[in-house]
């Protein structure tokens, strides 16, 4: 295998562009006898994966990214590459410079940008739009509970802050459905999301900080063990129960005992309750 097409596949996950190698001085010949004789696949015109296993995300993700110059991953694709949404629509989404409306191109939906500068970065060597980049232009596809949802988890995954947030609502002021995602940030700024373990411990503290309650440690120890929501000053402990509290039911307890026997009072709400039923974990704060 030629030098450069080695390196360049080794940090590509086995995913290569034409116009890559046309730029690196092989022609248009060379790289259709490449194409032929090596069995690569195409995944879209012009871009090869070189392995004959099933592509991965990833894969799918880098060619997308590579499939013209200065394409970069965008909007649903770079929400689901960043991890705080999902995505899953059966093509990827891409935005290129120039203007334009989105054109879909076979599994690439293409977007055109003028104001790129500032928003782009790599996640893993792809070309991507920030994350906070991605909220902005998720913003008017998404109704207000997937918004919210999706600026908690980009937080508490640490791939942004409210303050990031902000600066790139700035930088493209009118954009649709941002006004949303600006109340969002402005609002809940000083969230800890970052020291949440699931969305509805976030959920849990947006209702608290609306309704002006007491806002808890999230996820210290107490007795040795890790609680979710804790006011010390009250002594009292508020579990989030998702689906897994029902499979470790006996280690929950014995958590439990823990804190009791340090002079904690230990409340329970199921994780949908707080979507579903916010007042009860007001009660239950109270």
């Excluded at 995602?181 to 373990?197: K, V």
């Excluded at 959920?203 to 608290?208: D, K, N, T």
Aim: hydrophobic share 40%; with cysteine; charged share 30%.
């Amino acid at each position: 295998m030629d030098d450069h097409l080695r390196r360049l596949v080794s940090r590509q996950l086995d995913v290569v562009a034409a116009w890559q190698l046309i730029a690196a001085g092989w022609s248009r010949d060379r790289v259709a006898h490449h194409v032929e004789r090596g069995g690569w696949r195409t995944i879209h015109r012009g871009d090869y994966l070189l392995t004959s296993a099933p592509a991965r995300r990833e894969q799918l993700w880098f060619a997308a990214a590579l499939s013209a110059p200065g394409t970069c991953l965008s909007y649903g694709s770079a929400s689901a590459c960043w991890g705080f949404h999902r995505f899953e629509r059966g093509f990827e989404v891409v935005t290129r410079p120039g203007r334009g409306g989105r054109r879909r191109h076979g599994g690439l939906l293409v977007f055109r940008s003028t104001r790129l500068e500032g928003d782009v970065t790599r996640r893993n060597g792809i070309p991507i739009t920030t994350a906070a980049r991605a909220l902005v232009d998720l913003a008017a596809g998404l109704n207000d509970k997937r918004l919210g949802r999706a600026f908690r988890e980009a937080i508490r995954l640490k791939t942004t802050t409210a303050a990031r947030v902000l600066e790139c609502l700035d930088r493209h002021p009118g954009r649709p459905g941002t006004p949303r995602l600006r109340a969002f940030a402005e609002r809940y700024a000083s969230i800890p999301y970052e020291r949440t373990r699931s969305d509805p411990e976030g959920r849990a503290l947006e209702v608290l900080h609306d309704a002006g309650a007491d806002r808890p440690l999230v996820n210290v120890r107490v007795a040795g063990e890790e609680a979710d929501l804790v006011f010390h000053d009250r002594r009292l402990i508020i579990e989030v129960d998702g689906p897994q509290f029902h499979r470790f039911t006996e280690e929950d307890e014995r958590k439990a005992r823990g804190w009791r026997g340090a002079g904690y009072e230990v409340k329970r709400i199921p994780s949908g309750a707080v979507y579903e039923s916010p007042e009860e974990l007001l009660r239950l704060a109270a």
